[in-house]
């Protein structure tokens, strides 16, 4: 069981970038994804969760509207398309799953202790 996330790097205000999140050695069918960050002196804040059994997502307030997730049940990946970054959501971002495909829609979506895998982080820096 392996998670794999990419696609961060260094990035100008108000720019896009799109994060993935990769399973091997398991299927995605039935469980969720959550998408976390830590950044410099903070606590892990969960932002983002999808659940793949029927689509529902959860985002945190500080990302609302202004990122994505989606799910590529083919690719067995998660995408998180994040756009209008700010230099505070620098962090390295993390994914991570549940067989708990109803946590998206629950209060406690973005609790890190709720996840079960987690893959390596992937490090964004919002800097001009």
């Known amino acids: 069981v392996q998670l794999q996330a990419s696609g961060g790097g260094l990035v100008q205000p108000g720019g896009s970038l799109r994060l993935s999140c990769a399973a091997s050695g398991f299927s995605l069918d039935y469980y969720a994804i959550g998408w976390f960050r830590r950044a410099p002196g903070k606590d892990r804040e969960g932002i983002s969760c999808i659940s793949f059994s029927d689509g529902s997502t959860y985002y945190g307030d500080s990302v609302k509207g202004r990122f994505t997730i989606s799910r590529d049940n083919a690719e067995n990946t998660v995408h998180l398309q994040m756009s209008a970054l700010k230099p505070e959501d620098t962090a390295v971002y993390f994914c991570?799953?549940?067989?708990?495909?109803?946590?998206?829609?629950?209060?406690?979506?973005?609790?890190?202790?709720?996840?079960?895998?987690w893959g390596q982080g992937t490090q964004v820096t919002v800097s001009s």
């Open positions: 991570a799953s549940t067989s708990d495909t109803g946590i998206c829609t629950s209060w406690y979506a973005n609790m890190r202790e709720k996840y079960d895998y």
